[in-house]
């Protein structure tokens, strides 16, 4: 199993680091984490809104079926993702040989 994720059940919980005010979304895997690029400002929790949405859309989920567990405040976040239904191909790799 990588740092940056697990599986439990269904779900997938995700360690990820997150760059705010980036010139455009996208998902980035690192050697030993997942970062995370997206064009939102860390405002008044804008970044936080926009991040789960983003990853919802990634992940083939409604955006409420995706969660900020820890890491409110912080660029270090984990997020779960209740049963998501499709994989990032830049993460399919990864995230399938470990379920």
């Known amino acids: 199993m990588t ?10 919980v995700l360690t ?4 705010p005010r980036a010139s455009r979304d996208e998902l980035v895997l690192e050697t030993t984490r997942l970062k995370v690029r997206i064009t939102a ?9 926009y991040l789960l ?10 955006p409420s079926r995706t969660e900020l567990v820890r890491g409110m405040t912080g660029r270090e976040k984990t ?3 209740r049963a998501p ?14 379920r």
């Open 3 to 12: 740092s940056w994720h697990r599986w439990e059940g269904a779900d997938l």
């Open 16 to 19: 990820l680091r997150v760059q």
């Open 41 to 49: 400002p860390p405002v008044d929790g804008a970044a936080n809104a």
């Open 53 to 62: 949405r983003y990853l919802a859309g990634r992940f083939g989920v409604a």
């Open 79 to 81: 997020v779960r993702i």
């Open 85 to 98: 239904s499709e994989l990032p191909a830049e993460l399919a790799e990864q995230l399938s040989l470990h």
